[in-house]
């Protein structure tokens, strides 16, 4: 039992800290495709939807090519900051944000799409700058449904399995995450072990899934 | 006051559309008028700055808005042009105070739900508003909305007050009283006024200088008092 409650409290704690980043990266991309008209638009559109269709065991093996030691990003943050990102805790953050942004982009962008657009211009008349445009009419327009996205996030980066056992590995109580653990046990013949892990798992993801439901219908409501 | 001279070319799919628009006037009523599709959309937003023509000149109350050979262009942000949309566009998420006061606000956030400057409490007033200040504009009758737009627009003091189609919305017998209220606001606030519209009814009874706009052109002008 105790076992299960490290895990699932280092799941939390990885499923909290890639969804903090996916939720300013994805709003920021969200914002950028929905009201952006730039060349490349779609290509960065697909580029950044790749997640979601590719097997995470190969994103993880991207994020290994490239945060590794002697991977270009990797190399760089060892030799300038002494930092090391495989088999650790913040790995394993990357590898379920990277899994996961796909959804609260796609929640931010449609959330985007959805504010009418003379309402923006609406507040350019008024006199207000293009961030405080953003800040005082787009975004609390379009919170619920980034929020929706942001919660699907955290729901996914729980059950993060593929990227995470290839970047972070499964160490016990450093980077053994409960779907991890959860496979570990199964491995081991641990059964027991297994279906508390498995029972926490489930609980955890309808509790996240209900709230996500509860703030889906009323968006349309706001606007 | 105003003198607009402005070249764009829209593409919409196969369609393509010119706008070549060349007028200037000295009254402080100006309707443009002409069917939908003809582009007088498009002049206004040209003129707030919420579309940029290819090419040309616009100068309102002896400001240059704009002017592509010269290279100006202000954002719409520092035009101090009123602009009230056709369906309004107040802010969904603001009260009726909230909305008002939006553009006395700088910065990067809305006005207080409670708060009421000396300048929103005149509007409320003026306009009949205070008894539903505290309301959400889905909560407001079709008259009610056109008020707080008008005193969202009028409450920073702009140079001119843009109307895109400010009746079309309303009921014939609300617009008749909505048209009587601009009237009379018009001739209170000594405000520039310029307004499109499609209703012949607005023109007739608004107009000082009316222009008449087909296929994005300036088609004929006519000028009362």
């Given at each position: 039992m105790d076992a299960a409650l490290i895990a699932l409290g280092l799941s939390l704690k990885v499923a909290l800290w890639a969804t903090a980043i996916d939720l300013v990266l994805g709003v920021a991309f969200g914002y950028l495709l929905a009201r952006g008209r730039f060349p490349g638009r779609d290509m960065l559109d697909a580029l950044l939807t790749l997640p979601m269709v590719m097997p995470p065991t190969v994103l993880g093996y991207y994020l290994l090519v490239l945060i590794g030691r002697n991977g270009p990003?990797?190399?760089?943050?060892?030799?300038?900051?002494?930092?090391?990102?495989?088999?650790?805790?913040?790995?394993?953050?990357?590898?379920?944000?990277?899994?996961?942004?796909?959804?609260?982009?796609?929640?931010?962008?449609?959330?985007?799409?959805?504010?009418?657009?003379?309402?923006?211009?609406?507040?350019?008349?008024?006199?207000?700058?293009?961030?405080?445009?953003?800040?005082?009419?787009?975004?609390?327009?379009?919170?619920?449904?980034?929020?929706?996205?942001?919660?699907?996030?955290?729901?996914?980066?729980?059950?993060?399995?593929?990227?995470?056992?290839?970047?972070?590995?499964s160490i016990p109580g450093k980077t053994q995450t409960l779907s991890i653990a959860v496979y570990e046990a199964v491995q081991a013949g641990q059964d027991d072990t297994a279906n508390v892990l498995v029972l926490v798992t489930s609980i955890t993801c309808v509790l996240v899934l209900v709230a996500a439901t509860r703030l889906a219908p009323r968006r349309v409501e706001a606007a | 006051m105003i003198r607009v001279d402005i070249r764009k070319t829209l593409r919409a799919g196969q369609r393509c559309f010119q706008l070549d628009a060349q007028f200037a006037s000295d009254s402080k009523r100006v309707v443009i008028y002409g069917a939908s599709g003809a582009g007088k959309s498009q002049i206004l937003k040209a003129i707030a700055g919420l579309s940029q023509p290819d090419g040309g000149v616009i100068e309102l109350s002896g400001q240059r808005l704009f002017d592509s050979g010269a290279g100006i262009n202000l954002p719409a942000r520092k035009r101090r042009v009123g602009y009230l949309f056709q369906d309004y566009a107040l802010f969904p998420h603001l009260n009726v105070r909230q909305n008002i006061g939006f553009g006395l606000q700088r910065g990067w956030f809305n006005p207080a739900a409670r708060g009421e400057p000396a300048a929103v409490r005149y509007w409320l007033e003026a306009f009949g508003l205070a008894e539903v200040a505290h309301q959400m504009p889905d909560e407001l009758s079709g008259g009610q909305r056109q008020r707080v737009a008008l005193a969202r627009a009028l409450v920073a003091e702009p140079s001119a007050l843009l109307l895109d189609e400010p009746f079309a919305a309303l009921d014939p017998a609300l617009r008749v009283r909505m048209r009587e209220e601009l009237d009379s606001l018009q001739r209170r606030l000594d405000i520039p006024m310029l307004l499109i519209t499609h209703d012949p009814d607005d023109a007739a009874t608004f107009g000082g200088h009316v222009l008449t706009i087909a296929d994005g052109r300036v088609a004929g002008e006519d000028k009362h008092g």
């Open positions: 990003l990797g190399a760089w943050l060892h030799s300038t900051f002494g930092i090391n990102l495989i088999f650790t805790w913040q790995g394993a953050v990357i590898a379920a944000a990277v899994v996961a942004f796909p959804l609260v982009l796609k929640g931010a962008r449609s959330a985007f799409e959805a504010v009418d657009l003379q309402l923006e211009q609406a507040a350019r008349v008024l006199g207000v700058s293009p961030i405080g445009v953003f800040l005082r009419v787009s975004l609390p327009l379009a919170w619920r449904g980034v929020l929706a996205g942001a919660l699907l996030a955290f729901a996914r980066s729980m059950g993060e399995f593929g990227a995470t056992l290839m970047v972070a590995g | -």
